[in-house]
Each structure stands twice: as structure tokens, then as C-alpha cells.
């Protein structure tokens, strides 16, 4: 497990690693670089994180998580939850409104889920376990279960792809075997689809009409501040150009800095290389074929994972000792609220 670089301010959850000059700074444009190329604009229909990203930039969800693990209202007022925990009463904030104009709604975001719903695990059990969604009127809505289902707000607020975003439900409604073909969210951000260049640049601007929450920004949670009057989303594919496009000024932003590029880019003092903490961190996972022998049998399992050196493993990587823990044995991330060795 590796301590690196996350952008939670507005490029949320990705690694980074930052070098803004001082000209741009005063133009208040960043150009970042993103792991993977944005080809699709639909966050329900893709998981690959450049539309994630995407997703977090122009979209909005219900709910969201702090860097602590913890779920928060976002484009909800609030929810109140009934005695026998069957019934889930949300309430959207004033002032939200979509980039075409239109207001948001409660019917939209019904409409959203179940579009989510139809696309995601979780989402699907959400759905298996609800009774009805109810619109109570333009701001209020209803989640009656059939059954207790303890997961309803994490659902509503999953941080990894396919996450869900709310959108209009004329949008929402569509059939969800290929991509909305409109971008229309209430995020932080405007996307201009007509100057979207594939493999090249992606361009987003400030959205004026945007209101972020009053609460101080806690990982995907609280407001989302906007300081920039506009953010390029620049197609770099090697690793290495990237690298020293950051260190001349040609990009301010890396999402994914190489393993073996961290040391050079720490001692750089124009770039700064930040350290995760809790669900900021990221994992590296050895993953065994458990149908197979001799990986069937538990006990191979367990000596494998006995015989596995993990200070070796990340060191190999070329990590510095400072950006990794030594040993972790739980699959919910050490130094988090879910860390648990349990079974191990």
C-alpha cells in the first residue's frame, strides 16, 4: 500500500503531483494530465478514471465521502431516515441547477439512480432491496425499502467508478446500453464539448451558476471551491514526457506521477510532491488464481502471503521509504476507519 498523490480539491481522488508557475497561476488556468485519455463523456456508461475524473469535474452527486470514510449530504439538503430504517426521506439544497438552465429536481434524481442502478453492482442491490421511490415534491423524495438494506447512503455516495452522478431525467431516462449524447450536470465545471479534441485536449470552464456547500472541503466532501477560471485537460501518453513537461512548466498537474520519477521530482523545489493519509491512499493487490491449484487450497494461500516480503515488493517499485507502509494486511486499507486484519 502506497502513500501518493491524490487531488481531492477538484480532480478528486487521482494521484498528483503539482508545479503551478506563476504566470499561469495569475491566469488562473491549470493544465493537468491524466493518467488515461478521456474518449468517453458518459460516467454511468464507462469505468475508466479519466471519466471519472470527468464525472467529478461536471457532475454532482446525492452524497459524498470525507477523507475519514465518513458520508455526507452533497446536493442534499439532508435525509432523515424512519424508526424501522425502511424509509429514506431526501431533500435536495436550494439553488441547485443544471448547465442547460433547468433546475434540478427530485424526479431527476430518481430517474439517475435507477440509470446507475442498472449499471453497477451496488447499485443493482440497492434497487433489489427498494420498494418505490416516491417524489414528495420539486425538492423531496422517498426511498421505501422491501427489506432492511444497511447500505443506502454508502451506495449513494460510492467514490469509485461507476459512480452516481445525478443528470436530468430526460437524460437519465435514455436507454443505458450506449452513452447520453448530452453533457448537462450541476457541477463545479462547464465542459466545452464543441473545442473537445480526443488524444489531444479537453477544455472546462468555471460554472458561474455552481454553489458549493458552506462546509470546508473534506476529501469529496464538503465545497467544492472553484478558484480556477478554467482547467485543460492535456493528452500526454508517456510517462516520461509528462514528467518533464511538469518540471518546465508546460503542465501544472501530473494525475499519475511514475514510481520511479518521485525522488527526482522531491528534490525539484518548484513541484510539490504531496503523502496520503486514509482512503487517499492507494492499493497494490497480488491476486491469485483461487480456482486453480494450488491456490484452491487456503493453506497455499497463507504461505504465500507469508512468503511474500511487502517492504521488498514496494521498495522494488522504486518508491522512497517515506511513501509506503512497510505491511498491511487488511484489504479495507491500513490506517483508515475499515482497517481490519481479521482472517488474516
Known amino acids: 500500500m502506497t502513500r ?3 487531488l481531492v480539491a477538484f480532480l478528486l481522488t487521482t494521484q498528483i503531483c503539482l508545479g503551478l508557475s506563476t504566470a499561469r497561476a495569475e491566469e488562473k488556468i491549470l493544465r ?12 454511468i456508461f464507462s469505468t475508466v478514471n479519466a471519466t471519472r475524473v470527468f464525472a467529478y469535474m461536471v457532475f454532482d452527486m446525492l452524497v459524498s465521502i470525507d477523507n475519514e470514510g465518513k458520508y455526507h449530504p452533497q446536493m442534499l439538503e439532508g435525509w432523515k431516515i424512519s424508526e424501522d430504517r425502511l424509509t429514506y426521506t431526501f431533500h435536495l439544497r436550494d439553488g441547485l441547477s443544471w448547465s442547460d438552465g433547468t433546475g434540478v429536481t427530485a424526479e431527476d434524481c430518481i ?15 440497492l434497487i433489489q432491496a427498494t420498494q418505490e421511490f416516491r417524489v414528495l415534491d420539486a425538492k423531496t423524495f422517498e426511498l421505501q425499502l422491501n427489506r432492511p438494506f444497511a447500505f443506502v447512503i454508502e451506495a449513494l ?49 468555471r460554472n458561474p451558476n455552481y454553489r458549493p456547500r458552506p462546509e470546508p472541503p473534506d476529501g469529496l466532501a464538503g465545497g467544492k471551491l472553484v478558484h480556477l477560471d478554467r482547467v485543460d485537460l492535456v493528452s500526454m501518453p508517456d510517462q516520461g514526457t509528462r514528467v518533464a513537461a511538469l518540471r518546465t512548466g508546460e503542465l501544472d498537474l501530473l494525475e499519475v506521477v511514475p514510481f520511479d520519477s518521485i525522488t527526482l521530482l522531491q528534490r525539484d523545489p518548484n513541484v510539490t510532491v504531496t503523502s496520503q493519509h486514509g482512503i487517499e491512499q492507494m492499493m497494490t493487490v497480488v491476486a491469485m488464481n483461487h480456482l ?36 498491511c494486511l487488511s484489504i479495507y486499507m491500513c490506517e483508515s476507519s475499515g482497517t481490519t486484519d481479521a482472517g488474516t
Open 4 to 6: 501518493l498523490m491524490t
Open 32 to 43: 493537468a494530465s491524466l493518467n488515461t485519455e478521456l474518449q468517453i463523456l458518459d460516467p
Open 111 to 125: 430517474a439517475s439512480i435507477r440509470r446507475w442502478a442498472k449499471r453497477e453492482a451496488f447499485g443493482t442491490q
Open 157 to 205: 455516495g460510492k467514490p469509485g467508478n461507476v459512480i452516481p452522478v445525478m443528470m436530468p431525467a430526460r437524460l437519465a431516462s435514455l436507454d443505458t446500453g450506449k452513452p447520453v449524447p448530452e453533457v448537462v450536470g450541476s457541477g463545479p465545471f462547464l465542459f466545452r464539448r464543441g473545442e473537445w479534441r480526443p488524444n489531444d485536449r479537453a477544455i472546462f470552464d
Open 292 to 327: 486453480q491449484p494450488p491456490f484452491d487450497n487456503p493453506l497455499m494461500r497463507r504461505a504465500l502471503q507469508a512468503a511474500i516480503g511487502q517492504e521488498e515488493v514496494m521498495a522494488g517499485m522504486g518508491l522512497p521509504k517515506n511513501m509506503y507502509l512497510p505491511r
